[in-house]
């Protein structure tokens, strides 16, 4: 069983729709959660981090997190064209150098 | 606003050849990552660096990888010897706390 698993895409949403992008992982040490967008041939930019289970709101996203299922989500509201981008999960165990594993990413399309 | 900074943004290079990819971190982090995503693919961890030394590294850092951080602003990935297999993006990447901020990639094409 792969570490981090996130759905696979392409998703394609109008605008106004609300997306939901899920992540499972299989490492209960996993502590720290993370939520990258990824613009074509660009780095990842950081949208949310959280470390607690539970929701965490920032504008039109939250990040959702239940360590006892081992899953984590990110929902947006209000989907725009400009979100249009791939999402990727990544999450580290505790440590202050920990590196990051990721999910393979989805596509997100936002049609206008 | 603070941003990893890294340079060529795209390098081309025989077989064979040594490339050397530079990175700036944001300036008051104390630890640095190279990770590489081969298209199509997730990002994946390389190696970590913290005080002048690395941390962890990966099973893809063999010997034909190496890092330096040079001159206390600068950090670099040198790949030895390249294959065609490491075409890639190379992503540099720095942290102070938890979350990490990622720069905007080298696209190393090995032909």
């Known amino acids: 069983q792969k570490e981090v698993e996130q759905d696979p895409g392409p998703l394609s949403v109008p605008e106004g729709a609300i997306v939901s992008l899920n992540c499972t992982y299989s490492?209960?040490?996993?502590?720290?959660f993370m939520w990258y967008r990824q613009y074509s041939r660009k780095g990842p930019e950081l949208l949310m981090y959280t470390y607690s289970s539970g929701n965490k709101e920032d504008g039109r996203f939250t990040a959702q997190v239940d360590k006892s299922s081992k899953y984590i989500s990110l929902f947006i509201r209000d989907s725009q064209p400009s979100d249009s981008a791939t999402y990727l999960c990544?999450?580290?165990?505790?440590?202050?150098?920990?590196?990051?594993?990721f999910g393979k990413g989805i596509t997100l399309s936002v049609r206008p | 606003e603070p941003e990893v900074t890294q340079t060529p943004s795209h390098q081309v290079t025989q077989m064979g050849q040594e490339v050397i990819l530079r990175c700036v971190p944001i300036?008051?982090?104390?630890?640095f990552y190279w990770y590489r995503q081969i298209l199509g693919q997730k990002v994946e961890f390389l190696v970590s660096f913290y005080n002048n030394e690395i941390s962890e590294k990966s099973e893809i850092f063999d010997d034909q990888f190496s890092v330096e951080r040079p001159d206390g602003s600068n950090f670099t990935l040198k790949i030895r010897s390249t294959k065609l297999e490491d075409s890639a993006m190379y992503f540099c990447a720095s942290r102070i706390n938890t979350e990490a901020f990622f720069g905007q990639g080298t696209r190393l094409t090995v032909v």
């Open positions: 990544a999450m580290n165990k505790p440590g202050a150098n920990s590196k990051l594993t």
């Open positions: 300036s008051n982090h104390l630890y």
């Open positions: 490492n209960s040490a996993f502590q720290y």
